[in-house]
């Protein structure tokens, strides 16, 4: 059975930080290409950064600099650490598994985790 599993959300206030974990089962990890994902209220998901499985990295410009997506293959996990959170990154966050990053953003996804919330105070 293929899972992907986030943990790490939670409320915090704007400036500080958060660790998000997605940690993968059930299929080959290091093939694949994994990004990460966030859904505001009320407003579509979109892509933040995608990490290539020869680890190439992109983000999308409202986190460059506060955000870094790394990845152990050897825990077939995925981390999302953001820092200098703001209140506009609060959204339900996910990771997704796929074939290719175009630039910051996986596409197709073939495996999606449940998410994770982030919820940013001012």
């Known amino acids: 059975e293929v899972q992907l599993v986030e943990s790490g959300g939670g409320l915090v206030q704007a400036g500080g930080s958060l660790r998000l974990s997605c940690v993968a089962s059930?299929?080959?990890?290091?093939?694949?290409?994994i990004g990460w994902f966030r859904q505001a209220p009320g407003k579509e998901r979109v892509g933040v950064s995608c990490?290539?499985?020869?680890?190439?990295?992109n983000y999308r410009d409202s986190v460059q600099g506060r955000f870094t997506i790394s990845r152990d293959n050897g825990k077939n996990t995925v981390y999302l650490q953001m820092n200098n959170l703001k209140p506009e990154d609060t959204a339900v966050y996910y990771c997704?598994?796929?074939?290719?990053?175009?630039?910051?953003?996986?596409?197709?996804?073939?495996?999606w985790g449940q998410g994770t919330q982030v919820t940013v105070s001012s």
């Open positions: 059930g299929f080959t990890f290091d093939r694949y290409d």
């Open positions: 990490i290539s499985n020869s680890g190439r990295i």
């Open positions: 997704a598994a796929g074939r290719r990053c175009a630039s910051y953003y996986l596409t197709p996804a073939d495996y």
